[in-house]
């Protein structure tokens, strides 16, 4: 059974920096990918990067540069730093989970069959 929960959302400023993180439970022995996506009211889930079971990060064009996913060693908790956050950054926060390899796309909400609840971030400017 797959289970993903995220935290560290919470409000800052314009410029600010936060560490988002997920913690993952997901049974070993398959192939799987890791991913951050984010949801804005009155817009589509976007996808944000993407983290591959041997540590092959992908990211969309967007926040290149600016979020960073990471996942800690012993496999039980991905991340997502972000910097730089700028008030059009305001979002609910996902991760997602599925089986086997990461989609070509970072994008592809509908290649994920799992899901957290996701953490809220807000910024303000």
């Known amino acids: 059974q797959v289970q993903l929960v995220e935290s560290g959302g919470g409000s800052v400023q314009s410029g600010g920096s936060l560490t988002l993180s997920c913690a993952v439970s997901?049974?070993?022995?398959?192939?799987?990918?890791l991913a951050w996506f984010r949801q804005a009211p009155g817009k589509e889930r976007e996808g944000l990067a993407s983290?591959?079971?041997?540590?092959?990060?992908k990211y969309a064009p967007s926040v290149k540069g600016r979020f960073t996913i990471s996942e800690n060693n012993a496999k039980t908790n991905i991340y997502l730093h972000l910097n730089g956050l700028q008030v059009e950054d305001t979002a609910m926060y996902y991760c997602?989970?599925?089986?086997?390899?990461?989609?070509?796309?970072?994008?592809?909400?509908?290649?994920?069959?799992?899901w957290g609840p996701g953490t809220q971030v807000t910024v303000s400017s």
């Open positions: 997901i049974p070993r022995g398959r192939r799987y990918c």
């Open positions: 997602a989970a599925k089986f086997e390899y990461c989609p070509a796309g970072v994008g592809e909400v509908d290649a994920y069959g799992f």
């Open positions: 983290l591959t079971d041997y540590n092959q990060p």
